[in-house]
């Protein structure tokens, strides 16, 4: 056989820049390189064992993201998202279909949504060396100096919190709200000590924690999923792209 004829098994990629462009990274990495979406891809995107497991999009990204020193469990969950647009519109087209409710009729309409046109959020802060942002809390004054959490250390808090509440039985309630921000937070007042910061959390009033929950979600880099519709009726109203499975099953 002339292997001059045939086809080459190159894998097809491009390179992509993180909304977070690197600035929370140790390696400031700010552009991935991430092959395209093959036939091969769409074995994990129709396992209903990856969909019931959650891990769907973990083992995709782990699969399509070709750098070795920026792996999707090391990444803020806002440039995993945008690498899932990605991977989406090169796939299968920029249209994605939502289904929405009019507010004025209550009656359900379909709407597509050009993924190419949905931008990188504006108001990234600027983190220090260690990657750290600062807030002063509302209530009580105090300095805090905060981070945003990678996918893994996120994963690792939720699957936690299950098992706790799984040890527990039914009286258990989850601690997610309070654990992930005791992550979060790594510096009150320049104490840094986890137990400390442990406890100040678990102690803080709730305009200071919810003030600064809210904080982090404006800020934590990513794209802006807050869409603009006009509804059937007229009526104008904001509504937000989800990423489920659905994501990538509305062509499959």
Same mark, same amino acid.
């Given at each position: 056989?002339?292997?001059?004829?045939?086809?080459?098994? =190159?894998?097809?990629? *491009?390179?992509?820049?993180?909304?977070? !462009?690197?600035?929370?990274?140790?390696?400031?990495?700010?552009?991935? !390189?991430?092959?395209?979406?093959?036939?091969?891809?769409?074995?994990?995107?129709?396992?209903?064992?990856?969909?019931?497991? @959650?891990?769907? +999009? *973990?083992?995709?990204?782990?699969?399509?993201?070709?750098?070795?020193?920026?792996?999707?469990?090391?990444?803020?969950? @806002?440039?995993?998202?945008?690498?899932? +647009?990605?991977?989406?519109?090169?796939?299968?087209?920029?249209? +994605?279909?939502?289904?929405?409710?009019?507010?004025?009729?209550?009656?359900?309409?379909?709407?597509?949504?050009?993924?190419?046109?949905?931008?990188?959020?504006?108001?990234?802060?600027?983190?220090? =060396?260690? @990657?750290?942002?600062?807030?002063?809390?509302?209530?009580? !004054?105090?300095?805090? /100096?905060?981070?945003?959490?990678?996918?893994? =250390?996120?994963?690792?808090?939720?699957?936690?919190?299950?098992?706790?509440?799984?040890?527990?039985?039914?009286?258990? +309630?989850?601690?997610?709200?309070?654990? /992930?921000?005791?992550?979060?937070?790594?510096?009150?007042?320049?104490?840094?000590?986890?137990?400390?910061?442990?406890? &100040?959390?678990?102690?803080?009033?709730?305009? *200071?924690?919810?003030?600064?929950?809210?904080?982090?979600?404006?800020?934590?880099? @990513?794209?802006?999923?807050?869409?603009?519709?006009?509804?059937?009726?007229?009526?104008? &109203?904001?509504?937000?792209?989800?990423?489920?499975?659905?994501?990538?099953?509305?062509?499959?």
């Amino acid at each position: 056989m002339n292997t001059d004829q045939m086809p080459s098994m =190159e894998v097809a990629h *491009d390179v992509v820049q993180l909304p977070s !462009k690197g600035f929370y990274y140790p390696n400031k990495k700010e552009r991935v !390189k991430i092959s395209y979406l093959n036939a091969a891809d769409e074995n994990i995107l129709t396992s209903m064992n990856l969909l019931e497991s @959650g891990e769907m +999009f *973990d083992v995709l990204l782990d699969r399509k993201i070709l750098d070795k020193d920026l792996r999707p469990s090391d990444m803020l969950d @806002g440039d995993r998202v945008a690498l899932l +647009f990605w991977l989406r519109a090169t796939g299968y087209g920029a249209i +994605f279909p939502l289904k929405l409710t009019d507010p004025a009729t209550r009656q359900t309409f379909d709407y597509d949504v050009d993924l190419t046109t949905i931008q990188y959020k504006e108001n990234m802060l600027e983190p220090n =060396e260690a @990657g750290e942002c600062e807030y002063t809390l509302p209530v009580c !004054k105090k300095l805090v /100096k905060f981070k945003f959490l990678s996918s893994g =250390e996120l994963t690792k808090i939720i699957k936690e919190d299950a098992d706790r509440q799984a040890k527990l039985g039914k009286r258990a +309630f989850s601690s997610l709200l309070t654990n /992930k921000l005791a992550a979060q937070i790594r510096e009150v007042d320049e104490i840094r000590d986890k137990g400390q910061i442990a406890q &100040f959390v678990n102690n803080m009033s709730v305009g *200071d924690s919810s003030s600064l929950r809210k904080y982090i979600t404006e800020h934590e880099p @990513g794209l802006d999923l807050d869409i603009e519709v006009t509804a059937p009726s007229g009526t104008r &109203f904001h509504a937000k792209i989800s990423i489920t499975a659905e994501f990538f099953w509305a062509n499959l």
